[in-house]
């Protein structure tokens, strides 16, 4: 709020007059800026029925920097003229000029000069009047006066195109007098208490008027957490590409199913403990496709379906073990293992997002569990340049609009649908992110504390251990 002494000098310049003050009249009298006493109006309008103001638009010429030069040196082809003696000017003399090259033409088209190109020494300008009036100067003149409307439309227009004067709309406000105006300031009440009923006093104060429009504070209430939005975001922009979302509730899942099925060897450093959370209770499962089983044991041992397998001593307890899934492939892998078992293969395309578990170092950028969503196309004869076309689709309509590293992608090994009984023209491409990081970027989440705690250019990164690109 602007301080006292200034409040009371504006209703000071009010009370001098009857029918009301224009703010920019004030601000030129007490040698402020407008918007200083701008601020002064609306301090006065918060007190009460004090002053009314009525908000005005109008606009006025101003001079440029340019036109307040001209103005006070002259236009620059008159500043051309006076540089040119009786003898005349070498033109290249003349263009070293700071006024030179705009003050020549002006000055030609007004024909108070003229040029020699054939004069010996190069061409060489000379005068062809004896004085001149700088009419562009008074022109300017009149305006720095206040005295625009003096000038023509057409005068106004061409010294706009110039660049010497430029129209501006300037907002003011009207301030007359209000019921309750006075030029000292009292400050007004704005609660009345129990001691002013009993003691009386209240009827010796002002108090300000009650604003019955004011909207009031905004009120605490519930609201969907960040990830459920972009999970919400996410999902609808798979169904709009026509997937089918997979059944993820089983958090708990074999070792076959999260590993084994998807050709990743019993050593793979992904199995360790420090990387797993494997489970006491009940630590081993138990029913498998038995054919299915055995087929994965052997392209694990000694190869097949164009492969020459791990070529290791396949364990059908390290199989058994059950762990918190690590990454929603298992319930792909379920899925296209159902797929395989129709009589006739028809092409899919599943979607799912859900909880993983890792046994991470908690930190900054890391939890022991998040969120991944993953997409799984199956047709005959996809290829790269189908799963490019996809992702492509998919982020567009996911809209980050930076370059960041979100997820894997690729197509899934023989060695892992081939034993699943799919046909072997059957290709799958795939690919998976997590939910959080996106969701972090889009709402500017620094950390993922922070995030629990309460779009297309994307550089996939096609190296999953999954995946092989040249199947």
Sequence with gaps: MADNGLLESVLQHVEKVDDGVDSQAVAISLGLDHQTVVGAVKSLQAL?????????????????GEGADIAERGSHEARVFGAIPKDGLLQTELMKLPSGRVGFSKAMSSKWIRMDKGHEGGPRVFRMVETIEDVVRQKLLLVRQGKSAELEEKDKNELKKRKLLTEVTVKSYWITKGGSFSTSITKQETELT?????????????????NFDALGMALDCGHLHPLMKVRTQFRQIFLEMGFTEMPTNNFIESSFWNFDSLFQPQQHPARDQHDTFFLSDPALAHEFPQDYLEKVKKVHTEGG?????YKYDWKLEEARKNVLRTHTTAVSARMLYRLAQQEEFTPVKYFSIDRVFRNETLDATHLAEFHQIEGVVADYGLTLGDLMGVLHQFF???????WVEVGNSGIFRPEMLLPMGLPEGVTVIAWGLSLERPTMIKYGI?????????KV???MVYDSPLCRLDS
């Design 194 to 210: 129990a001691e002013m009923i009993s003691s009386g006093s209240w009827r010796d104060k002002k108090f300000k008027l009650y």
């Design 446 to 454: 620094n950390n993922i504390r922070e995030l629990v705690g309460h």
């Design 48 to 64: 009460g029925d004090v002053i009314l103001a009525e908000q005005r638009t109008s606009k006025h010429w101003e001079l440029t």
């Design 457 to 459: 250019n994307l550089q």
């Design 396 to 402: 567009t309509k996911l809209g980050l609009k930076k």
């Design 305 to 309: 379906y164009g492969s020459q397998g």
